[in-house]
């Protein structure tokens, strides 16, 4: 093994997230442009850590388990987080499960890549664009806020009352059991309450 094959592929994963950090406006990207502009940023320092990239790329870093997939499941949180992401849809991909799918991915694109013998690697370029503008499509997708958004509206509208439900009505009102927060809740409304009902009492023993 050659000096240059003893570098660490994880090392690329470091080098490509500060690579995409240097960019200016980088962090208003869209999701896909952040995924794709990272795997080929990615690509770039893997190719530079080896001779051989390809056959000691799936030797020692294409395994679940490998210092390179760890180092870019954790980078994931950081690529994954285009302006275009709404914030229901972080609760999913900003989890274990999702960033592994994710990396996944992206280390089956990188050994395509780096076995691909078109010229300037056309075919695998295409490929990653259109794998990564498909999963950037599925991070991004509007369905898990319409659908809270339509949960909210049968919770309000009295079609759907598991707002009665504290963990439900903290999550989708942000208070418990989504009572309205204009009710009087303190002593002094108890007060008043108390108040009135006493004089409702004195007047009807009068």
């Known amino acids: 093994m050659t000096k240059k094959d003893s570098i660490h592929f994880e090392e690329a994963v470091a080098a490509a997230i500060e690579q995409l950090a240097s960019i200016p406006g980088s962090s208003q990207w869209p999701v896909s442009e952040r995924l794709t502009a990272f795997f080929f940023m990615l690509l770039d320092g893997v190719e530079e850590s080896a001779e051989e990239p390809s ?5 020692e870093a294409s395994g ?3 210092d390179f997939q760890k180092a870019l499941r954790e980078a994931l949180s950081d690529v994954v987080s285009g302006i275009d992401l ?10 274990a499960p999702s960033r592994f799918v994710v990396a996944e991915m992206l280390v089956q694109l990188l050994e395509v890549a780096l076995n691909d013998d078109s010229p300037e690697r ?3 370029a295409a490929l990653a ?3 990564l503008s498909f999963a950037s499509s599925i991070l991004t997708t509007p369905v898990p806020q319409k ?6 509206y049968a919770i309000e509208a009295g079609y759907l009352p598991i707002d009665k439900i504290p963990v439900v009505g903290d999550w989708i009102f942000g208070h418990s ?3 309205d927060e204009s009710a009087p809740h303190d002593a002094d409304g108890k007060a ?3 108040a009135s009902t006493s004089e409702e009492d004195s007047h009807g023993g009068a």
């Open 64 to 66: 679940f388990s490998s």
């Open 147 to 152: 659908a809270v958004d339509l949960t909210r």
């Open 122 to 124: 056309e075919r695998s």
């Open 55 to 59: 056959d000691v790329f799936i030797n």
């Open 177 to 179: 059991n989504g009572a």
């Open 86 to 95: 709404p914030g229901v849809n972080r609760l999913i991909t900003d989890t």
């Open 129 to 131: 664009d259109r794998t």
């Open 192 to 194: 008043a309450d108390d």
